[in-house]
């Protein structure tokens, strides 16, 4: 593992920056079991994670990955695994026991195209509602979206810091393209990297309830073999971590479920915006289709055209504070991705006749280029 104490730029695919990403925010387990296009990282996971004194571990399916990866967090360890689509909706049961039982873990789903096998080797972004709503339940979720290599470290290791913040599943959803592509990046001194702990308990293990509020709506987090003893179970549960059917006890962990994510929606709002000074048409995109969309509004601002561009990297919560200020300063608004509109769903839930919507979509497994953005921007202004 590097140890640089000086800026370094290296030349790194996105699977590799998601790495170091991860050993850099300090994961120290990994569990999982390998899936196009989403098994780089396994690889080098298995290679550089026991260099840094961590535990790597393949196991029989995404089921059990997900499975050892709660494990390996209850255990002390901030944890990993990473997967794609199909992988992806085997671990949504065990996504919903990890949001209930409060256990911080990171799940990366590289993207491709579907449904069922799909296109292994080809990229879409078909699986965005899936890793919000794929999980049974009523829960909140946080999902971060990369569209470069640099992106795909940096937001690796904020996942980190938002799971062992809020004490929550945090999911990393990458495509393909995202993933196999090659870039130079420059990656901080670690030591300038911020890292986010867990908070741990001060009491005594006699005084010690898992899941009291202390005031935060974050319960401090023992791990196993620390001497603390409590009961983890998928269950609705007392502070005490014991099932209950209480309706003030059950309503009360449920609004703090929501309640700890919420009450920072405001920190929430992570995105990029580009040319949007006197932009009439705003392109609202994400991942790699929103590096086409770069290209294609610069483009278009060298042929004189007033447009922007707006980059999500929070997906969920959906950041509507922010979709609804470029909604309201744009005469239209462009959302391009590869599906059929999941996230355009959102931007015209909450765009309640600001401006006009419109949608550019592609499922055939190849990625939206520059020139077909362009060309839509140009009929958008006709």
């Not at 919903?96 to 296109?119: D, K, Q, Y």
């Not at 899941?211 to 935060?216: C, F, L, N, S, V």
Request: glycine share 8%.
């Amino acid at each position: 593992m590097s140890t640089q104490t000086t800026p370094e730029r290296v030349l790194l695919q996105g699977s590799e920056a998601c790495v170091r990403g991860a050993l850099a925010a300090g994961c120290r387990f990994y569990a999982g079991y390998p899936i196009t296009p989403a098994t780089e990282i396994m690889e080098l996971m298995s290679r550089m994670l026991p260099q840094a004194g961590g535990v790597f571990i393949q196991m029989e399916d995404e089921i059990a990955g997900i499975g050892a990866t709660i494990g390996g967090s209850l255990g002390g360890l901030k944890a990993m695994t990473a997967t794609s689509g199909p992988g992806f909706s085997l671990m949504q049961e065990h996504i919903s026991f990890a949001a209930m039982a409060e256990v911080p873990c990171v799940i990366v789903n590289v993207m491709r195209g579907g449904p069922s096998t799909g296109l292994p080797t080809r990229p879409m972004q078909g699986d965005v509602m899936q890793a919000r709503w794929g999980a049974h339940g009523d829960h909140p979720l946080l999902v971060v979206a990369p569209s470069s290599a640099y992106e795909f470290f940096d937001l690796t290791v904020k996942a980190f810091n938002l799971a062992e913040r809020y004490r929550s599943p945090v999911i990393v959803l990458a495509d393909e393209i995202v993933a196999h592509t090659r870039e130079s990046v420059v990656l901080p001194p670690l030591a300038e990297i911020e890292i986010e702990d867990r908070v741990k308990p001060t009491v005594p293990p006699e005084w010690y309830s898992p899941y009291r509020d202390p005031g935060t709506g974050i319960p401090p987090m023992a791990a196993f073999g620390e001497g603390y003893r409590f009961h983890v179970t998928g269950l609705m549960h007392d502070i005490n971590g014991f099932p209950t059917q209480r309706q003030d006890e059950t309503q009360e962990l449920m609004m703090r479920l929501f309640n700890k994510i919420s009450k920072d929606f405001h920190l929430l709002q992570w995105y990029d915006s580009y040319y949007d000074e006197g932009a009439e048409i705003t392109v609202i995109a994400y991942g790699s289709v929103a590096r086409s969309a770069l290209r294609a509004v610069k483009m278009a601002r060298d042929k004189g055209l007033p447009v922007g561009l707006l980059k999500l990297k929070m997906l969920w919560p959906f950041m509507r504070r922010t979709v609804m200020q470029y909604l309201e300063s744009s005469r239209k608004v462009i959302v391009a991705e590869m599906n059929m509109g999941q996230l355009s769903r959102e931007v015209k839930r909450v765009n309640q006749g600001k401006c006009e919507v419109l949608t550019l979509n592609r499922i055939d497994g190849q990625m939206i280029t520059p020139s077909e953005i362009l060309a839509k921007v140009e009929e958008a202004l006709a």
